[in-house]
């Protein structure tokens, strides 16, 4: 149960990540997206 509440949790910042993302921060989060891609 404890660990579905940190899922939940997680979830809701990618949420938010994305709300934010598609606000008009796209080409900052393009940018942040292509860097994880290089690891």
């Known amino acids: 149960m404890h660990r579905r509440a940190l899922l939940l949790l ?3 910042a990618l949420l ?3 709300d934010q ?3 008009g ?3 900052l989060s393009m940018k ?3 860097g994880l ?3």
Request: net charge negative; glycine share 0%.
């Open 10 to 12: 997680a979830l809701r």
């Open 16 to 18: 938010r990540l994305i």
């Open 32 to 34: 942040y997206l292509s």
């Open 21 to 23: 993302a598609a606000t």
């Open 37 to 39: 891609e290089l690891f």
């Open 25 to 27: 921060d796209v080409d």
